[in-house]
């Protein structure tokens, strides 16, 4: 099975354009509402947070899982990798995480100069965008904002409010300024405010959307990884979990995503000191 984790909601930006590219494969989601935002807390908590979802999805049947969540991808994923991969058979479990995608596409494209990078403090706070893209290109300067208003707003869905809109313009300003041609939408919740971003950027500015890249990096990996791709149940089921409240996760599906979805389990996340 294929799990996506993310700290809440924000990782269904990345689940819908998967399930759109591959929507024969079973798809297990974790949202870890209870303890989301991720972006404020520090490394060590967020490693210790992630450790315990990975735990419980590869004893829940994931071969696969997807790091939806920039905060974690970008602060957890190498440590998570080498602690749970390393000396395991590759063809039994695997963990994949955003970042290298989004920076591949932003970094091979020859019309990106100047990039601009939006997310949340945590993943602002660490040199894992600059270091892949610099691993591609080491001439391409990356201008980071930290945002940490967005991730509340649109988990209340005030992102349509002219409120929300005005506080991603103050945030967007110094991007503006930097006159960036690329701009990485480096949170799983800012693709729900991708008109406003792409209005206040203009048309200059190529704004990217993990979620897309991401699925589109899945499909090609699965088409070069068949001792992977095999082990992979495909009945097209989806299965949402999240450590809150089910019946708020439910919700937020219907109102931001055409996804179908019967049931939302609450489960608990084992304690890790
Ligand atoms: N999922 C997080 C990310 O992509 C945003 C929410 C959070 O801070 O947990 O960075």
Not at 42 to 70: D, H, M, Q, W
Not at 89 to 102: F, M, S
Not at 117 to 144: C, F, Q, W
Not at 194 to 218: C, H, P, W
Request: glycine share 6%; proline share 5%; charged share 30%.
């Amino acid at each position: 099975m294929i799990a996506i984790f993310d700290s809440g909601f924000g990782g269904l930006t990345v689940l819908k354009p998967i399930i759109d590219e591959l929507p024969d494969y079973d798809y297990l989601y974790l949202g870890d509402n209870a303890r989301a935002p991720y972006g404020n807390h520090s490394p060590e908590t967020i490693k210790r947070y992630c450790e315990e979802a990975v735990e419980y999805l590869f004893e829940n049947g994931a071969t696969l899982i997807i790091f939806a969540c920039n905060t974690a991808s970008s602060i957890a994923l190498r440590h998570i990798q080498q602690k749970y991969l390393n000396g395991t058979d590759e063809r039994d479990r695997k963990i994949l995480g955003v970042l290298i995608p989004v920076s591949q596409e932003v970094a091979k494209n020859k019309e990106s100069k100047r990039i601009g990078l939006i997310g949340t403090r945590a993943t602002v706070s660490t040199s894992a965008y600059d270091d892949e893209i610099k691993k591609i290109n080491p001439g391409l300067t990356l201008h980071k904002i930290e945002c940490p208003l967005l991730v509340p707003l649109i988990e209340e869905d005030w992102h349509k409010k002219p409120e929300a809109v005005m506080i991603l313009k103050k945030y967007l300003r110094p991007l503006k300024n930097a006159n960036i041609d690329s701009l990485i939408l480096g949170c799983t919740h800012y693709p729900l405010m991708y008109e406003s971003i792409s209005k206040k950027m203009g048309r200059n500015v190529k704004v990217l959307d993990s979620g897309k890249i991401t699925a589109k990096s899945l499909k090609d990996y699965l088409s070069r990884h068949p001792e992977i791709e095999s082990k992979l149940s495909k009945n097209s089921s989806r299965t949402y979990l999240t450590t809150d409240l089910p019946d708020k996760m439910k919700e937020f599906i219907k109102k931001n995503f055409d996804l179908k979805v019967d049931k939302v389990k609450k489960i608990e996340l084992k304690r890790k000191n």
